[in-house]
């Protein structure tokens, strides 16, 4: 039986191991020196490498989600275009969000863990809003040299555990390029979490979509949370 602790932290409602990293960010502990030395690395071959997204509680990805569900925030298509959330039968809202958000209680950001990177000094200009969107981060994007600088490190396993679980188009999430994961935790985490662990929490959420979500556990369970990519490390 797993204990409370655990589950809350991999549930995402408890920061008992987070620390501050920078003045927005939280990251596990058992991150933090691997994230420096990647940043450093980074540095030292000239990329300013920022986090745009790191640690996220339960609470912040079930107000991502429910507004998703609720027609507040826009939906997408698979490819990323927007959709007109008027014209979706309930299912078909289901798939738009689960491809691109995770759903509350199974995002991988929920264990400090993970970060969605940038390149500070790759940036166009001083205001730019980084969206971390397919284009910014090709091969030709603004952060595509931070991004192939990235792949060599992970190929070469001198990436200090990082790797990128959303690489390629799977059919389930979306490719992510931006997401990196730290392999030594996240797959330690990753071996806690079964169909039961998945259905029993999802059964006690209070969040929208909850019964059609629960009706295709087991499929959306292996197409979107356990079909990633591996580190090639
Ligand atoms: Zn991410």
Known sequence: MMNIDTKNYLLGKNQKDLVPIGQNHLLHRNVVEAFH??????????????????????????????????????????????????????????????????????????????????????????DYNVMLIPDEVSDDGIFGELHKFLDELIEGNNSYGFFRPYCEDRGGVAPERWHLSYAPLSMQNEELIDFEFFKNNIGEFEIELKELLLSQGDEIFEKYIQNHCLPPF
Do not use: M
Not at 100 to 125: K, M
């Open 37 to 126: 030395l990647l940043r450093k690395l980074c540095r030292d071959n000239g990329f300013d490498l920022s986090v745009a997204s790191s640690y996220r509680s339960f609470e912040r990805q079930k107000t991502i989600w429910n507004e998703k569900a609720l027609g507040k925030r826009q939906l997408l298509s698979d490819t990323g275009a927007p959709l007109n959330y008027e014209t979706l039968s309930q299912e078909e809202i289901l798939k738009s969000i689960l491809r691109w958000s995770a759903i509350p209680g199974f995002s991988r950001h929920h264990w400090g863990t993970e970060i969605d990177v940038y390149c500070q000094n790759s940036l166009p200009s001083k």
